[in-house]
């Protein structure tokens, strides 16, 4: 075989190691692009879930947070119309001194407190406007006092004392009003 033969045979063999490794260098490309490409889906899929499962809490938080703040409103309303109920209830309260009966409704209130004390020996506290709807009563007054209306009975000697004052009324009844009210309210 001549130089020119050997020379041919050389780079043929050349050529075709190289086309084997370029074959194997393409093939292990493919496998390594392929690989990644799973790879790659994997994270994307690993990640949509990821962000699916986020979505999903942030979403039940959001739920929870609004559903929270909702029976925060109704509560609030609830209590401000109860609230707003219960102050119509002492302007009523309070238009009744305007009334025909409010004298006897004085004197109602003045006896319920005198037999709560036991005794006749009482003094009647009263404001200074209704002092005149006892004006000729078998009641002894006592210095005015400030109320919106009603009266407080006290033994002479000072010991005991019974508030029949519309506060005080109110006030002893507001507990009951309130139940009453959210039951017809609500």
Same mark, same amino acid.
Request: with cysteine.
């Given at each position: 075989?001549?130089?020119?033969?050997?020379?041919?045979?050389?780079? !043929?063999?050349?050529?075709?190691?190289?086309?084997?490794?370029?074959?194997?260098?393409?093939?292990?490309? $493919?496998?390594?692009?392929?690989?990644?490409?799973?790879?790659?889906?994997?994270?994307?899929?690993?990640?949509?879930?990821?962000?699916?499962?986020?979505?999903?809490? $942030?979403?039940? $938080?959001?739920?929870?947070?609004?559903?929270?703040?909702?029976?925060?409103?109704?509560?609030?309303?609830?209590?401000?119309?109860?609230?707003?109920?219960?102050?119509?209830?002492?302007?009523?309260?309070?238009?009744?001194? %305007?009334?025909?009966?409010?004298?006897?409704?004085?004197?109602?209130?003045?006896?319920?407190?005198?037999?709560?004390?036991?005794?006749? %020996?009482?003094?009647?506290?009263? %404001?200074?406007?209704?002092?005149?709807?006892?004006?000729?009563?078998?009641? !002894?007054?006592?210095?005015?006092?400030?109320?919106?209306?009603?009266?407080?009975?006290?033994? !002479?000697?000072?010991?005991?004392?019974?508030?029949?004052?519309?506060?005080?009324?109110? $006030?002893?009844?507001?507990?009951?009003?309130?139940?009453?009210?959210?039951?017809?309210?609500?």
């Amino acid at each position: 075989m001549g130089f020119d033969a050997l020379s041919h045979e050389i780079e !043929k063999k050349a050529s075709d190691e190289a086309k084997r490794v370029l074959h194997e260098a393409d093939n292990a490309a $493919e496998k390594i692009i392929s690989d990644a490409q799973a790879a790659s889906k994997q994270k994307v899929s690993q990640a949509k879930g990821e962000v699916s499962s986020y979505l999903e809490t $942030e979403k039940a $938080e959001r739920l929870t947070s609004a559903k929270l703040a909702c029976s925060k409103i109704i509560a609030d309303s609830k209590e401000q119309a109860m609230l707003n109920s219960l102050e119509l209830v002492w302007e009523e309260m309070l238009k009744e001194r %305007n009334s025909p009966s409010y004298k006897k409704l004085l004197h109602t209130l003045a006896q319920s407190a005198v037999e709560e004390l036991g005794t006749t %020996n009482v003094l009647l506290f009263t %404001n200074s406007a209704d002092r005149k709807h006892f004006a000729g009563s078998k009641y !002894k007054l006592g210095e005015p006092i400030t109320c919106a209306g009603g009266v407080v009975a006290e033994k !002479k000697d000072g010991s005991v004392r019974v508030d029949k004052t519309f506060e005080s009324i109110f $006030e002893e009844k507001k507990d009951d009003l309130r139940k009453r009210i959210f039951a017809m309210l609500f």
